[in-house]
DNA sequence: GTATTACCTAGTAATTCACTTGGTAATTAG
DNA sequence: CTAATTACCAAGTGAATTACTAGGTAATAC
């Protein structure tokens, strides 16, 4: 597993467009305004994103990007993946040159641990944190402001 | 949070040390034989363990490392955040320049998600790492057997 | 004293990060 | 049709990080 600031621009993208993209597909060069994230970079995390069927883009005036999916079909492993490449950490290519003692089982503990985390992150959905949040804030101040409401949040 | 391949030689290193330092200091020299890692990179990283008191190191001949606790009071998240210097994500400097609105509001809920990574790895410890790995040893096969093959998982 | 170990500093090639520049392709508005 | 708007694409870049090498000093055991 691997996660970097590249992984939390890419989920932060993600969050901003799951909350905006209600009505209507949601523009890079917003999404660029809102996160504070360049638009060129973000145009990479999304050829990322897109080639894992996270996003679809829709050209043109008018045009942006919608989810690929619904945000509860999306996992933040999902994410992370899609943009950092996942790094098949070592495990001993293949346990040729593994010197058969403590390398090999701390590998294994690692893998164990890495998977553990992975699967941690594939059971929180966009939609989880999304609904997650919504309703603390209802919680702690009032239901009235900022996200209650359908359309645009974004104040 | 971050979770590098540096990170991961830390965790490496130190699951090395908790299985070979039952009785006696184990020497850099040895765990960079072990895991493959270069002894001088392993200086680095054990210098920044030091400063986090998760090892302790005895000079001269018959010394090397212990860990700084007992393996049960040192979880992942100690080692990583000790060679991983924890950068603490951008959260909007203050809320001064933070657009007020969705900007604000997706810091928000990154950081809730990185906090909840930062608990599931501080909830696991060194010592949980190894014994639950050690049982899992002794159910699938023979307890005499130092290190198999069998699972492959973590994709 | 000498060997062994931790401990420390500086430098470095390769990679990654986040971004800039400068395009092309599809779609809509006029 | 033209022009504007958007996604899409490729190359390059300074800064940081990675994992390592080289060359030390300091403490301790024998």
Redesign the interface.
């Known amino acids: 597993?691997?996660?970097?600031?590249k992984g939390?621009y890419a989920?932060?993208a993600m969050?901003?467009l799951a909350?905006?993209g209600k009505n209507g597909p949601v523009t890079l060069a917003e999404i660029s305004e809102?996160?504070?994230i360049s638009l060129s970079y973000l145009e990479q995390l999304f050829a990322a994103l897109r080639n894992k069927d996270l996003v679809r883009g829709v050209r043109g005036p008018g045009g942006g990007y919608y989810l690929g999916k619904s945000a509860d079909e999306i996992s933040?492993a999902n994410i992370i993946c899609a943009v950092d490449e996942w790094?098949e950490?070592t495990?001993c290519g293949g346990?040729q040159n593994c010197?058969?003692?403590?390398?090999?089982?701390?590998?294994?503990?690692?893998?164990?641990?890495?998977?553990?985390?992975?699967n941690?992150?594939a059971n929180?959905s966009l939609g989880d944190?999304?609904r997650?949040?919504l309703g603390k804030k209802e919680e702690e101040e009032s239901p009235l402001s900022?996200?209650g409401d359908s359309n645009s949040?974004?104040?």
């Open positions: 597993m691997r996660l970097s600031t939390r989920v932060t969050l901003d909350l905006n809102n996160q504070g933040i790094v950490f495990r346990r010197s058969g003692g403590a390398r090999c089982l701390t590998h294994t503990l690692w893998d164990d641990l890495s998977s553990e985390i992975f941690f992150l929180i944190l999304v997650r949040n900022v996200v949040q974004a104040a």
